[in-house]
């Protein structure tokens, strides 16, 4: 059966914190409901997780997210002048972060965004490869952005979990094999692991072989507001 075909529900997990990969967390969403995902859609999800752990007590949910990058760069073969901060993915991540960090037993923590440089977009690439004589223009390239601190951050948090004992579970919402040496610590110092891979598909066994459980994901709307 599919991540998606099965329902676990984990019983004595205690104090649980939730740990969220902001950038996966957005980008699956993003896809399931095909527009930008809002407060209320992290915040059910959430409330979904701990449903899921009926005996656990819950102690806070992280989300790592990062500040989108604000610099101006100049797009290649003359192309315009690009205002990242006015980007509408720019101020869709701003207003993202700032609501989690004033919702409830949410902790916000922020990496940085780091501009590698432009490359050619996918549409463009596949179309270079069927005819290497096409006119690329300026509106052929993306930006290369890169996310960093996101990875030392959680890893540091899950430390701090563990040695100060301040929660008996650690659930991981996340498809990033990096996460392995974090988990593998928290198993060491004692922690149960949880992992929610929200049905990503091609996830690396060795990333499901160092959690103790598997939470599924079910998709569905947030509850309407009252």
Known sequence: MS?????????GC??????????????RLERENARFPEVSDI???AESLFGALPDATIYRTFLY???????????????????????????NNTRLLEQLETSEDFAVRR???LFEGWRLGRV??????RNPKKTVSHTDFVPELTQKGVDMRIGLDIAA?????????????????????????????????????MGQPGTRRELRAH????LDWRPGPPPSAP
């Open 124 to 129: 463009a690439d596949r179309a270079l490869q």
């Open 14 to 27: 205690g104090k649980t914190a939730l740990l969220m990969d902001g950038a996966f967390v957005t980008k």
């Open 65 to 91: 997210g990062a500040n989108p990058f604000h610099g101006s760069k100049q797009t290649p073969l003359g192309g315009p002048l690009v205002e990242f901060a006015a980007t509408r993915t720019a101020r």
């Open 211 to 214: 959690a103790d459980f598997m």
């Open 111 to 113: 990496g940085e965004v």
């Open 161 to 197: 979990v563990a040695l100060k004992r301040l929660a008996h579970t650690v659930v991981l919402v996340t498809g990033d094999a990096d996460m392995i040496p974090a988990m593998r610590f928290a198993r060491r110092e004692g922690l149960r692991v949880g992992l929610c891979t």
């Open 3 to 11: 991540e998606r075909e099965v329902y676990f529900v984990v019983r």
């Open 43 to 45: 915040t059910h999800l």
